[in-house]
């Protein structure tokens, strides 16, 4: 069975300094790794993924993703963090052997940006 | 745009009523889904679907059904409401083309309250 983890619950960052937020995954075969964003009484908002291709990801504003196949892991960063980063996120792997390609998702980390 | 439309943002049932959630998508995906979130347990898979009439159980299918008649509408029904099953509850939908290397859609979710 695939699986997720996120190991921070929360990570909290000043402005304008760089960000990550940290996910393993444990599949069989090649993963389809996402992350996905949430605001406040929102649903999940896709930012990027990775598929197969070079290890770094870009996605929507201004975040990027590591893919390391070694360290089974899938780390989202973003140079210079706002306030405006500040949500839930998820990272996801989907398992395309599936009726549907089901994704498992991780249990979420806070971000918090301070001014 | 794609769009995900999950009919009640707020939801407030009491103890042993039949509860239908429904969820509508216009971008003529093949798969729905549907998660339950809860603080600090991530997205939990409940029910999928990869066409209609077809239905799978996710993760925690117990007290729940689904109905899927129309390709763009995925119903989740709580057969008999328990104040256990309060969380917020989130539709998604994906096309099945490429692979599955497609993101999720989300609505904005349904916060239902079981008292």
């Known amino acids: 069975a695939q699986s997720v983890a996120q190991p921070e619950d929360q990570v909290k960052v000043a402005e304008g300094n760089p960000l990550t937020v940290k996910c393993t995954y444990s599949v069989s075969g090649n993963p389809y790794l996402f992350w996905y964003v949430q605001y406040p009484n929102r649903g999940l908002q896709f930012l990027l993924k990775?598929?197969?291709?070079?290890?770094l990801v870009k996605g929507s504003y201004g975040f990027e993703a590591e893919f390391n196949k070694s360290q089974t892991s899938f780390h989202l960063k973003k140079p210079s963090a706002l306030v405006s980063d500040s949500a839930l996120y998820f990272c996801?792997?989907?398992?395309?052997?599936?009726?549907?390609?089901?994704?498992?998702f991780g249990d979420g980390t806070t971000l918090t940006v301070k001014p | 745009d794609v769009k995900v439309t999950q009919s009640s943002r707020y939801l407030v049932k009491r103890t042993g009523e039949k509860v239908f959630l429904e969820c509508v998508q216009d971008m003529d995906h093949e798969n729905m889904f549907w998660y339950r979130q809860d603080p600090g347990l991530g997205l939990r898979l409940i029910y999928f679907?990869?066409?209609?009439?077809?239905?799978e159980k996710g993760d925690i299918p117990e007290g729940y059904s689904v109905s899927r008649e129309k390709k763009e509408r995925f119903s989740l029904i709580l057969e008999s409401a328990s104040t256990n099953q309060t969380s917020m509850y989130l539709c998604a939908s994906s096309p099945t083309g490429q692979g599955f290397n497609s993101p999720l859609h989300f609505g904005n979710g349904t916060r239902l309250t079981v008292t």
């Open positions: 679907s990869y066409d209609v009439k077809m239905k």
């Open positions: 990775y598929i197969t291709g070079d290890n």
């Open positions: 996801a792997v989907r398992d395309f052997r599936t009726n549907a390609g089901k994704s498992t």
